[in-house]
């Protein structure tokens, strides 16, 4: 299992726009093969940062879902939405030992 997890700052004008897009992005995510997990939310407090966290099956569906037209449309809305910064990377394998 591969986990995508990190955060997003984005122009405190263009919040609305990465709402929106984040909306559909997760929306169309979690219907792809492989995807466990997929989440884009904005950290309560801090309206410009928002939050990714994704579980994907395997390296595979993880770059099929890179490739997909849902993730060019993202990828167009949040540059118009100004990232400020992007700190966003993934791990791989590991047991979910719950806590």
Do not use: N
């Amino acid at each position: 299992m591969l986990i995508v997890t990190g955060v997003i700052e984005i122009a405190e004008d263009g919040v609305e726009t990465a709402r929106a897009a984040a909306a559909e992005m997760v929306a169309e995510t979690l219907k792809e093969p492989g995807c466990i997990v997929y989440e884009f939310s904005q950290v309560l407090g801090q309206e410009t940062r928002f939050r990714v966290y994704e579980e994907w099956q395997d390296l595979t569906a993880l770059e099929a879902h890179f490739a997909t037209p849902h993730m060019a449309r993202f990828r167009a809305a949040l540059a118009r939405a100004g990232v400020v910064s992007r700190d966003v990377y993934r791990r791989e394998g590991g047991e979910k030992v719950s806590l």
